[in-house]
Nanobody, 119 residues
Framework: VQLQAFGGGLVQAGGSLRLSCVAS????????MDWYRQASGKQREWVAT???????NYADSVKDRFTISRDNAKNTVSLQMNSLKPEDTGVYYC??????????????WGQGTLVTVSS
């Protein structure tokens, strides 16, 4: 299973970016999908989660600014980021909790996409 994230870039504070991530490979289904981020010199932190039924959860730092969504038919998860702040700068990673054909649940990570918010 591979996760390919894209959509990062440079944006001014107050601006918007949309990240997307596509899962490909052989699997039975995808359960929850998530976004994490890691700023330079800091630990990776959870940003948002969406279940296969569409239930969402957000870190307090991004609530009301970011929106996570998914397209189950396309095995895609997206993160719409509005009102961006310099502290949102970091490498953003998508993850997927995948159920294999052996009925094992395995979490896969994408390669990350860099988001830079200038002040």
């Amino acid at each position: 299973v591979q996760l390919q994230a894209f959509g990062g870039g440079l944006v001014q504070a107050g601006g918007s970016l949309r990240l997307s991530c596509v899962a490909s490979g052989s699997f039975l289904s995808i359960k929850d999908m998530d976004w994490y981020r890691q700023a330079s010199g800091k630990q990776r932190e959870w940003v948002a989660t969406i279940s296969n039924g569409g239930i969402t959860n957000y870190a307090d730092s991004v609530k009301d600014r970011f929106t996570i969504s998914r397209d189950n038919a396309k095995n895609t998860v997206s993160l719409q980021m509005n009102s961006l702040k310099p502290e949102d700068t970091g490498v953003y990673y998508c993850t997927a909790n995948v159920r294999s054909y052996l009925f094992q649940d395995i979490r896969f990570w994408g390669q990350g996409t860099l988001v830079t918010v200038s002040s």
